[in-house]
């Protein structure tokens, strides 16, 4: 493999050369507590694109850094925020890196046993996700919320563990601001 260089549009968040994934509410469905708003919404305003990641072509392989843009917009299902479906790594034993683009944002972080953290995640900020932490981001604002992230090209992904499992904590916004919420329906392991 030869060097090369991506250019990333912070106002933006894209990423050229990428690979767009888009994530919309019809698959994102079981992650918002609000069945009821979710369907309203689908039937209402048709299917909401939640999240698009652009991700820069790399092999997954060990040696390799891979990095990618993540744009979550603006909105909430039922009063909780938008966000990823959120993930932890299949080597356990890999971190990450998240830099704030545009917008504002948490990043929250839980280990199997349901220990939680959070880091409000803004532009120029960078918010460190050590090995073994699960993580997921939450828009908080009104404009799109954008970062750019790297890990490791063999950490891997595991969606599995928080879609059977759920995550500790849910995000709110109402007229209070922003709360954390204790999810019950998340199992530790």
Known sequence: ????????????????????????LSQLRHLYADSAAVEAILSSEGDRLIYEVHN?????????????????FPGTVGGE?????????ARR???????????????????????????????????YIPPFWGHRTVNTGSEPFIFFSAWPGDAGHD?????????????LQ????????PNPAFTAR
């Open 81 to 89: 925020c938008h966000m990823t479906k959120g993930h932890y790594h």
């Open 174 to 181: 109402g007229e209070a601001g922003v709360t954390f919420v």
């Open 1 to 24: 493999m030869q060097p090369f260089a991506s250019h990333i549009d912070f106002a933006s968040g894209h990423v050229k050369p990428a690979d767009v994934l888009q994530r919309r």
């Open 56 to 72: 820069v072509p790399l092999p997954e392989d060990a040696g390799h850094v891979l990095h990618c843009t993540t744009i979550i």
């Open 93 to 127: 034993d890999t971190g990450e890196v998240y830099v704030g683009l545009a917008g504002e944002g948490e990043v929250l972080m839980q280990l199997e046993s349901g220990a939680f953290k959070h880091l409000p995640l803004r532009p120029g900020v960078a918010a």
């Open 159 to 171: 969606y599995a563990a928080i879609e059977q499992h759920g995550f500790a904590m849910r995000v």
